[in-house]
Each structure stands twice: as structure tokens, then as C-alpha cells.
């Protein structure tokens, strides 16, 4: 399937926007391919933005800002409540794009839209509720009174595995909040990014209200938006690695972080557990997005009452995937996002495998065209190799024996990172218990999802700063103001 077979069966064409979207205005452009994972064939060409369309990017934004802010809340959310509506009507066209150029399976990319658009409707019901405060001091000299105000202009940076929900869950509430953005998006997936900006237009956003650019060069196209003193957030989501770079750069004129960066997520089974719940769970754990997720359960700990039936239910479950083209209706699990990643997932399993796992399913890349790796149980892998402490990001499960919960909590925690976890018992009381001693942002219990718009979404450790979503999202991109009345 190539772009132009696609876009003609959009409902709008102009769907297929090209070029860097800066104050309201399309600049067209060339300089980055954009891939299509599923054959390794070129989509489409974005443009490759230079330090100067980022302070184009910044002015227009500052441009934007006074009014954007001044706007009545009731507007601001009317307008993310028509961009909302607009996902939905173009739901179909959006989840092709998103199939086409990020890999995932078109039902996993109908499940995005319908979670990316979300953030619009749900922030458009915030940005009404923005809280305040007014109470006496304890000593009675004063009243407190706490106005929250927008934080400015907002940088966002999104990753490419959820190429519109990482997107809306910044844009969302920035808007909602009253700032005005300029969004960089991944490399490999900046078509989604580009078409919801058309959405946005349509929906009535002010001009230089969201700016959207692309680059090869993300380093100093970011640092030279750091140093402009009008920019005053930074909303990341990516890996650790490059969280970290941007906290330093961030430090250099004190910008606000928000970070939202990788995990290594723990799924805990217990023998009192359901097995097909806990079967169940662990399938839309690791196999959402073919395991591209960065709530992906990365490490399976059994307890050994339950370990063989688990490993036998889920081998046999991950067998039966179908692989193929995301853009195919029937496919289940579709290719990794590069040849690189597939690289890197061949060489944890490879590792795994020469100490002492064994693989039960899969444990091999797929040969030919299109960057595909086949779901892969792994067991009796050691709990010091390589993948029980790196980020897999594909569609292979190792799967370790525990025998006590303070074993498995050891474990669990015997990582850098802390941002999802989950747990499978009958009993509440214990999973209640493990999940207080469980170093993570979010915990599943009994659930293999947790990702939801209303709920806050983060992680603790080296997983990042920050909470995304719920009803705290729209504070990350405002700031408390105090004023000391005296009354
Ligand atoms: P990445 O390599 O860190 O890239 C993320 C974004 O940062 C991309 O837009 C990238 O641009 C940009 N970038 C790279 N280097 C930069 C620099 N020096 N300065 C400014 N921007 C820079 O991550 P990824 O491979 O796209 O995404 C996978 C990672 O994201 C995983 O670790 C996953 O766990 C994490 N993730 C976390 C969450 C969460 O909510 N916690 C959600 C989804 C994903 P280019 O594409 O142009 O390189």
C-alpha cells in the first residue's frame, strides 16, 4: 500500500498535509523520508526544520500567546471539543496513517485514535475546572490566595509509538491550560503529527496557537528553543537516555520538565491467580503495539506454582498471532519500527539465549522485506541477562520462576526505572500490599491496561517527572501564583 492509494480513500485528502505548520501557515519542504516499516519502502518526505523555522516556530507562538490566554476558557475548550469531534469523524483516515507509517496493527491504531482523541474531549471538559484557592493563614495575618496562570510556551517532543496520543496528551492540556505549543514529533511518524495540525485548523485553533515542525537535527533545533527565555516548558516523552541530555539543557535557563521516559515494566503472577485472566492481561500487556509501548510488560515473574501452565498458555496464545503489514485488517502483530530495532531485540534474545534461556516460540527475525521480529516466549532466563534490565520494545516475553512476594518485589524493583507494573492474584489484600512495595507510577492489578485519559500517567525513578492525564495534567503546564491579601 503506498501513500497516494491511501490518501485517496481519505474523507479529506488534505489530511495528507506536507510541510512545517508555523503560525497558521504550511511551509512546505523536503530532507527526511519517512518509512513505511511494513515493506521498508519510502512513504512520504517531511521537511527537515533549521534553528531559524524554530524561532519562527517561538515567534509564533509568542505571537499567539496573549490572546490564546486571554481567551475565555469556555472557548478554548469548545475548540478542543470540536478538534475531539474531528478525530472521531476521521478516526478511520487517522488510524491508516498511523498503521502506514508507525508499523502497528490496525486495530492497535484505531485503539490509539479513539485513546488520542480522548485527551481532547477530556481536556476540553478541564479546561473549565482550572482550580483556585482563598483561605486564611493559621496565624490569622492574612488571606492566601493561589491563582494558577499558563506557564507560557510550551516545547512538546513525542516519541513515535503512539504518534497521536502522545501528541494530544500535551497538546490537550497546554491548550486547555491556556499556552500556545510547538510540537516536534518523531522522525519516523511525523505524517499523524502534521494531520492532526490540519484537524486542529479546522476545529478553529488561532493561528500560532500549535506550530509543528520537523527535524533532523533534534539537538540543536531543541537547544536553541531552550535559550529563547519566551519559552518556558518542556513536555518530553522518549527514552531515559535522551530525557536525561534534555534535563541538562533544560537546567541551563531553568525551564519547567515535564518527562515522560521509558520503562521496564514487571508482571507479577501469583499461584492463586486466574490463569486465563492473568493470560489475557499479559497478552494486551506485551502485545499492545507489538510490544511497543513503554508500559509493554518487559519481565513475566511466575511464582512456580503456576509457572509451566503460564509459560505453556502463553506460548501457545503468542504462536497463534497472526504477523503481517500494519495496514492489513487481519494482521495482529506488525513490524518493529526500524531495521535497527530489530537489531537490538535479536540481540537481547540472542544474549538470553546463550545463557541458558530457552525460547518456546519465536527467538528469530523474521527474513525479507519490512522490519519484523515474530512474537517470542522466552523461560528460564537468567534474572541478570541483559533483557531483564533493558527496555525489549517488541514482542518477546522472558518469563522468570519466583517462590516467595518478597522474591518477586525484589526483583520487580531491581530496575533503574519505575514506570508501570502489574500484579495478578485473588487475593486483594495481598495485591494491595505488593503494590505499595512496588517502585512504579502505575500498577494493573488484574488488568493488563491501565492507559486512560482521566487517570494520571507516569512513572517514578529514571522513568520520569511529572504526571500526564487526569485531573493533575493541566497543573504541569500552569503555575501557582500567590497572592498575600491583606483583608
Ligand atoms: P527517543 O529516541 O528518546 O526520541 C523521542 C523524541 O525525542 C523524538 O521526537 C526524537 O526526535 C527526539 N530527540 C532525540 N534526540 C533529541 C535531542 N537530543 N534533543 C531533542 N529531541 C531529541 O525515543 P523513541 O525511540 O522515539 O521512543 C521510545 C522511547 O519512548 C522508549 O524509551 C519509551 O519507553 C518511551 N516512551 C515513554 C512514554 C511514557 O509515557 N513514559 C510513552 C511512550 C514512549 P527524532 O525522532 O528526530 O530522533
Not at 527475525?365 to 517470542?376: A, C, E, F, I, Q
Request: hydrophobic fraction near 45%; aromatic fraction near 8%; proline fraction near 6%.
Amino acid at each position: 500500500m503506498t501513500i497516494q492509494t491511501t490518501v485517496a480513500s481519505f474523507a479529506d485528502p488534505a489530511l495528507h498535509a506536507h510541510g512545517l505548520y508555523i503560525g497558521g501557515q504550511w511551509h512546505a519542504g523536503a530532507g527526511i523520508p519517512v518509512l513505511n516499516p511494513s515493506t521498508g519502502e519510502m512513504l512520504a518526505e517531511v521537511p527537515d526544520a533549521s534553528v531559524e523555522d524554530a524561532m519562527r516556530a517561538v515567534a509564533a507562538a509568542d505571537a499567539a500567546a496573549a490572546g490564546w490566554r486571554a481567551t475565555p476558557a469556555r472557548q478554548r475548550s469548545e475548540i478542543l471539543r470540536r478538534w475531539f469531534m474531528l478525530m472521531i469523524e476521521h478516526s478511520e483516515d487517522l488510524a491508516l496513517l498511523i498503521a502506514l507509517e508507525n508499523g502497528k496493527a490496525l486495530s492497535d491504531a484505531r485503539g490509539e485514535v479513539a485513546y488520542a482523541s480522548e485527551f481532547f474531549r477530556w481536556y476540553a471538559e478541564e479546561a473549565t475546572r482550572i482550580p483556585g484557592e482563598f483561605r486564611p493563614t493559621p496565624s490569622g495575618s492574612h488571606k492566601i490566595l493561589v491563582d494558577h496562570e499558563p506557564i507560557g510556551i510550551s516545547v512538546l517532543i513525542t516519541p513515535w509509538n503512539f504518534p497521536a496520543a502522545m501528541a494530544t496528551r500535551k497538546i490537550g492540556p497546554a491548550l486547555a491550560a491556556g499556552c500556545t505549543v510547538i510540537l516536534k514529533p518523531a522522525s519516523e511518524t511525523p505524517l499523524t503529527a502534521y494531520a492532526m495540525a490540519r484537524l486542529g485548523e479546522l476545529a478553529g485553533v488561532p493561528a500560532g496557537v500549535v506550530n509543528v515542525l520537523t527535524t533532523a537535527n533534534p539537538g540543536p533545533v531543541t537547544n536553541a528553543m531552550l535559550a529563547d527565555p519566551r519559552v518556558r516548558k518542556l513536555s518530553f516523552t522518549g527514552s531515559t537516555g535522551v530525557g536525561r541530555v534534555l534535563l541538562a539543557e533544560a537546567a541551563k535557563t531553568v525551564v519547567s520538565c515535564s518527562m515522560e521516559l521509558g520503562g521496564n515494566a514487571p508482571f507479577l503472577v501469583f499461584d492463586d491467580a486466574d490463569l486465563d485472566a492473568a493470560l489475557d492481561g499479559a497478552m494486551i500487556a506485551k502485545m499492545r503495539n507489538a510490544g511497543e509501548a513503554c508500559t509493554a510488560a518487559n519481565r513475566f515473574y511466575v511464582q512456580a506454582g503456576i509457572h509451566d501452565a503460564f509459560v505453556q498458555g502463553l506460548t501457545k496464545r503468542m504462536a497463534a498471532l497472526k504477523i503481517g503489514p500494519g495496514y492489513e485488517p487481519t494482521t495482529q502483530c506488525g513490524p518493529m519500527i526500524t531495521k535497527k530495532a530489530v537489531q537490538k531485540i535479536d540481540q537481547l534474545v540472542s544474549n538470553a539465549l546463550e545463557r541458558g534461556a530457552r525460547a518456546t516460540t519465536g527467538g528469530a527475525p523474521l527474513p525479507g522485506s519490512g522490519y519484523y521480529y515474530p512474537p517470542t516466549v522466552l523461560e528460564n532466563v537468567p534474572v541478570d541477562a541483559a533483557i531483564a534490565h533493558e527496555e525489549i520494545f517488541g514482542p518477546i516475553a522472558p518469563v522468570y520462576r519466583f517462590d516467595t512476594e518478597e522474591e518477586a518485589i525484589r526483583l520487580a524493583n531491581d530496575t533503574e526505572y519505575g514506570l508501570a507494573a502489574y500484579v495478578y492474584t485473588r487475593d486483594l489484600t495481598k495485591a494491595m500490599r505488593v503494590g505499595r512495595n512496588i517502585e512504579t507510577g502505575m500498577l494493573g492489578i488484574n488488568r493488563g491496561l491501565m492507559s486512560d485519559p482521566a487517570a494520571p500517567f507516569g512513572g517514578v525513578k529514571q522513568s520520569g517527572l511529572g504526571r500526564e492525564g487526569g485531573v493533575t495534567g493541566i497543573l504541569e503546564f500552569m503555575e501557582a501564583k500567590y497572592y498575600a491579601v491583606e483583608l
